[in-house]
DNA sequence: TGTGTTTCGATAAAATAATATCGATAACTA
DNA sequence: TAGTTATCGATATTATTTTATCGAAACACA
């Protein structure tokens, strides 16, 4: 167990966490690290040293043991603790985010939405509260929301990331396809759809 | 222009575009590199860097010639000449995707989307269409699809992704929670939005 | 025309990440 | 029990990415 992991290294815990998960329903108790480069296609020395870093020793021979693995995964991943995050923006993207049922498993608390056109509020379809963007100071206040998720048109985006950190969210997943200006202890994530599509046309362009 | 440009190159790339059309709007016609650095939150040689990597030089003392620089990094990015896309899954996160408007801008066209539920098949809001699963073959055929989009449950994921490949689509941008196994001439990007929440969520606790 | 300032590109250095090598250890087998 | 083999961890090497340094080019202004 080392103090720093890379976030190279982070980015490639979940797929360890979920071959795990995968092959241990499959009856496997013990794994080598070179079965799990195989399966994901990393370099063995690779995965051993990113186990390293998060969980105690594998076995020589016998590789490592999958359950206390799993559990050193979830554990660093927080996997258990609950972190609440909110959706800005109830639009399609907003909903589907809202509605999306994978992120209880990874920690993931996703509460309700805000918009800004009172016409959105109300209930999505699995039962979640949407609210109008100008009750967000009086719920903020009354609840720990750590992360904000940033589901609005990019002309909105800037004014909305105003609002999240006046109201004292340090954490922000941005949608939205323009930068956002925070201030420094923000931590800002821009997951930009449309550019991760646009890096994986220019890959195929460039191998051709 | 060099040759290689290094993925973390390409990911900036966006960023430099989206912040030069945006100060090009306001009527700015040459910006230095200590700008874009300040603006976007990052070093200036190492914006220097990336720009020759894919437009000429600027000029001492006067910056880089916003048109230009723009023109060649729309080049550069393929938003010119538009890259055809199709959607698996019409479920919320496949069809906010099909009615996303964001990706022509990048050029990407996405066109449709196909689902294994016929009660799916028809058009979506802004009127794409939407195909069962088994059209996808004699589509395919007739037409030129580069990418494919992944927005199916996780269970059915790996399985759609095999359909995919039999059709000879080269490229998948996967928004399912699994590892994927393809042929290596497939190129596989993980979009993982449970994941990405899961990293913030992480980042914000170890600054605590 | 000459001097100062800004900004560039190129090269060098430092930091980070990925990969290769190798001795050690634990299990299996004869 | 001794030899063989699979697998690990640690260390060393290589590759990649970021950051620093510095001379030169272009403009401004005396």
Redesign the interface.
Known sequence: MSDYIS?NT??RL??YL??LLKIRDEGIVNVSSKAIAV??NLGEVQVRKDLASISKNGRPKIGYEINSLIGDLQK????KDL?D?VIFGA???G???L??N??E????NVLMAFDSNPKKAGKS?SGKPIYTLDELPMIAKSMNI??A?IAVP?QHAQEVCDIIVENGI??I?NFA???LDAPKDV?I?????????????????A?K
């Open positions: 976030s982070m980015k979940p797929f979920e071959y399966a994901l660093f991943l927080g996997y972190t995050a639009g399609k993207l909903t589907a985010l509605d999306y994978g992120f498993e990874c920690g993931l379809d750590s992360i998720i990019a340090k954490a997943l396809p323009v930068h931590i994530k821009n997951e930009n759809l449309a550019y991760s599509l646009a890096l994986l046309s220019i890959e195929l362009k191998k």
